[in-house]
Every structure is written in C-alpha cells, then in structure tokens.
C-alpha cells in the first residue's frame, strides 16, 4: 500500500500505471491453510493482502481499461483522466514575454 498512497499523494505525474498482484492467493473457494498463521506472517514475515485493481483505482481515482486474473494471480491497466493545462513557448520570443495560452 506504500507505492499506492505515494501515487496518491502525487496524482500528476502519471496517466497510467500498469498494477499486478504480488504474490498467489489461492481461490476462494478452497481451503486455505495459510489463513490460521497469518498474525504471525504479518509479525515476522511482513505478510499483507493485495488490494484489488478495483481498490487500487478506487484509491487512485482511476479507471480500469484492462485486467487478467489467472491461476491466483492478476495483472490491470488504470488510466488516470487528468486535465491538463497546455501551454505553447515559442523558441524566438526573449523568455522576459509571458507563455502564450
């Protein structure tokens, strides 16, 4: 969650992020015998969960234009509509003149 909340903090410097989970999550619908160890994990291991690309973009206030999930893992595209103000600086023009718009 680091890097998300870093990306959060500075929006304006991406329109795009490719985002992948980090590690295998067994399915849900499995037993999962990792589960009881987790306190521990998290302890000593650094153990966390995975946001969802749809937690990610939520966070990032993004849109998800391509996502895969296979075998446990998974992989998104987010992009990021920002506005951005467009400026034209004429190479002739003494830099003392403002920008044109």
């Given at each position: 969650m680091d890097e998300i909340e870093k990306a959060?903090?500075?929006?304006?410097?991406?329109?795009?992020?490719?985002?992948?989970s980090t590690k295998w999550a067994p399915p849900a619908n499995r037993v999962n015998l990792?589960?009881?160890?987790?306190?521990?994990?998290?302890?000593?291991?650094?153990?966390?969960?995975?946001?969802?690309?749809?937690?990610?973009?939520t966070v990032l206030h993004g849109e998800i234009v391509?996502?895969?999930?296979r075998k446990?893992?998974?992989?998104?595209?987010l992009h990021f509509p920002r506005i951005v103000e467009?400026?034209?600086i004429q190479p002739n023009k003494p830099a003392d003149d403002p920008p044109t718009h």
């Open positions: 959060a903090a500075d929006p304006g410097n991406y329109d795009t992020a490719l985002i992948f990792g589960h009881r160890n987790e306190s521990s994990d998290t302890k000593y291991f650094d153990f966390h969960r995975d946001l969802s690309p749809a937690e990610v973009a391509w996502q895969r999930q446990g893992e998974w992989a998104a595209v467009a400026v034209i």
